[in-house]
């Protein structure tokens, strides 16, 4: 057992207690993705899973900077070693929306859908974001460290920020919120049975994040690549590889990066990444 602010979590893990590395508690630290990282680089045997009360520097995809006022949120991070080579990873960020989706679903929030390439949407606004980090890559396999940012109660200054649109747990229930501590536990579970079950390659991983990539498909996107290039397009769905397919002009583009912004103009979303 242990605790986020006084109140007890109670990891019951899938099977036996795979956390050979433990559980953390953190209080303010830069990143918990940083912070697994380097527990990594010393030795630390895996898996293991951390959790923050607060982020100085949380970050999501390409540097960007991502909000974590002080216990208001879940920051987490669960460090995992693929015997899979880091090519066959192309689907893990989904993979672990899939994840936290089922996560909302145990504590009665059955709206939530999957954005390509890692971030989790109720009503094109975001709950949470996949950050997906590796290391120590070999023939072998490779360690990989998911971040999981999942919004809980956001401050009110924050979530009714004009250019941000984002949700939180705390307005997507309309009866009692489970406390934050429950929350961690169920997540936690939901990301080490995602990663046995990746790590198994069984199929129904694909056929899940098939079926929670569905709101996106068919809906107009406009695509940002790092080199600046833009392309506005028709989201078909994602390939074996979890790279997006969107009909451009006519003919179809396959994407294995890229920022997606929805179309319309009522489904603005925050512009920025994962946790």
């Not at 994840?99 to 145990?106: F, S």
């Not at 924050?158 to 250019?163: G, M, N, P, R, S």
Request: net charge negative; proline share 2%; charged share 25%.
């Amino acid at each position: 057992m242990d605790e986020i602010n006084g109140k007890k979590i109670d990891l019951q893990l899938i099977g036996n207690n795979v956390l050979a590395g433990g559980f953390h508690l953190l209080d303010s630290i830069d990143s918990t993705s940083n912070w697994a990282l380097k527990q990594i680089s010393e030795g630390r045997a895996l898996p293991f899973a951390c959790v923050a009360e607060h982020q100085s520097q949380g970050r999501g995809r390409r540097g960007r900077h991502w909000v974590s006022p002080a216990g208001a949120n879940i920051y987490m991070s669960l460090a995992w070693h693929f015997e899979l080579q880091a090519e066959e990873l192309g689907m893990f960020s989904l993979a672990q929306g899939v994840a936290v989706i089922r996560a909302l679903e145990k504590i009665g929030i059955n709206n939530a859908w999957l954005k390509w390439p890692n971030d989790v949407l109720i009503e094109d606004k975001k709950i949470a974001g996949v950050l997906v980090e590796t290391s120590g890559i070999t023939a072998a396999g490779c360690n990989v460290v998911a971040g999981v940012g999942l919004n809980y109660r956001m401050p009110e200054t924050i979530l009714h920020e004009a250019d941000r649109y984002w949700t939180d747990v705390a307005h997507s229930l309309d009866y009692a919120l489970p406390g934050r501590s429950e929350l961690t536990a169920i997540l936690l579970n939901e990301l080490v049975q995602m990663c046995r079950h990746y790590q198994m390659r069984e199929h129904t991983v694909i056929r899940d994040i098939e079926q929670r990539l569905g709101s996106l498909r068919g809906r107009t996107v406009d695509l940002h690549l790092e080199d600046g290039r833009q392309f506005e397009g028709t989201v078909l769905g994602i390939n074996s590889r979890g790279e997006l397919r969107v009909e451009v002009n006519g003919n179809e583009m396959v994407f294995n990066s890229a920022d997606v912004s929805l179309r319309k103009q009522e489904s603005r979303i925050r512009k920025g990444d994962a946790c």
